[in-house]
């Protein structure tokens, strides 16, 4: 027994530095990121705010503007990763444009579709699991930009979140469909456990 526990703490020491275990844990990652819906990673989202709340408001004791400043600025990024990756659910899942297409470049119109949806869905998976596995230093370090102006990362950021919504919301009249097929793909995609 223990020789196992000596064994787990030589690992949790040297894990860093071994390939495999970074190769391992990218492909783990792909599969997971793969098999779940936006749902799960807006999910995500929610609890990095939730932490994100807890460290700017009891950690470090800051007034309710500063702290959902904070929130916003900690997840802008992954907002604006869902929020792509939302519109290119509509966008390249809407099976009725493709009705009409031979089933080779259906096939290859679904493998692009699934790779932009992997990238957003990676990232977030990514940073979460980051900030998980270095939860004391996350929780001690306050965002650099709090109290400064909004980078053009993050106008950027702001952007592509208008853009997403407003894209989505105009999709029944630039595809010419119905809305409710519409909502059928994004209930399909934020709904945990929708198949």
């Not at 609890?47 to 950690?59: C, G, N, P, T, W």
């Not at 959902?68 to 519109?87: H, N, Q, T, Y």
Request: charged fraction near 15%; hydrophobic fraction near 55%.
């Amino acid at each position: 027994m223990t020789k196992a526990i000596s064994s787990v703490r030589h690992f949790a020491h040297v894990h860093d530095d071994l390939p495999a275990f970074h190769a391992g844990y990218l492909v783990l990652t792909l599969l997971v990121a793969a098999l779940l819906n936006m749902g799960a990673f807006v999910m995500l989202i929610v609890i990095h705010m939730a932490l994100d709340f807890v460290k700017y408001r009891e950690y470090h004791h800051f007034t309710l503007k500063r702290t959902f400043e904070g929130m916003l600025r900690e997840s802008l990024v992954d907002i604006a990763l869902v929020s792509v990756g939302l519109l290119f659910a509509v966008y390249l899942k809407h099976t009725v444009g493709l009705a009409s297409l031979s089933g080779l470049l259906r096939a290859e119109v679904t493998l692009v579709s699934a790779a932009l949806l992997l990238v957003p869905k990676v990232t977030i998976l990514h940073d979460f699991l980051k900030i998980v596995s270095h939860l004391h230093h996350y929780i001690d370090q306050v965002h650099p930009r709090l109290h400064k102006g909004w980078s053009d990362l993050d106008h950027f950021c702001f952007f592509a979140i208008e853009f997403s919504f407003i894209l989505i919301a105009a999709s029944p009249f630039i595809m010419r469909t119905h809305p409710d097929s519409i909502l059928h793909i994004l209930s399909k995609e934020l709904i945990l456990f929708a198949f």
